[in-house]
Nanobody, 125 residues
Framework: QVQLVESGGGSVQAGGSLRLSCAAS????????VAWFRQAPGKEREFVGT????????YYADSVKGRFTISRDTAEKTVTLQMNMLKPEDTAVYYC??????????????????WGQGTQVTVSS
């Protein structure tokens, strides 16, 4: 069992930065992937980026590439989403999720087994 708790959401003006954290509890294995997804009102949940728990690889959606960075700290058991150059279209509830299946990384919500409760990010113009 893996439990995830997000923190760090809030409101910021366009061009600003926010850092989200996802605290994991339970046994985390090297081949797990921890991802960030987001969901804006009236839209489907979308992939933001993911990182291998071993830290060797990370992948991002085109919409955030170059602006967002995912990192993990295995000692603290946290995954951080650093968001820079924020835009109003980044406004959403952000969720972290964990894929515990062995294999390639995924951007599909259906492949992630455990989810946090979400944290709101609001970017004003």
């Amino acid at each position: 069992q893996v439990q995830l708790v997000e923190s760090g959401g809030g409101s910021v003006q366009a061009g600003g930065s926010l850092r989200l954290s996802c605290a994991a509890s339970g046994r985390m294995l090297g081949y797990y992937y921890v991802a960030w997804f987001r969901q804006a009102p009236g839209k489907e949940r979308e992939f933001v980026g993911t990182i291998n728990w071993s830290g060797y690889s990370s992948y991002y959606a085109d919409s955030v590439k170059g602006r967002f960075t995912i990192s993990r700290d295995t000692a603290e058991k946290t995954v951080t989403l650093q968001m820079n150059m924020l835009k109003p279209e980044d406004t959403a509830v952000y969720y972290c999720a964990c894929d515990t299946d062995y294999g390639a990384w995924s951007r599909s919500v259906h492949d992630y087994d455990y989810w946090g409760q979400g944290t709101q990010v609001t970017v004003s113009s």
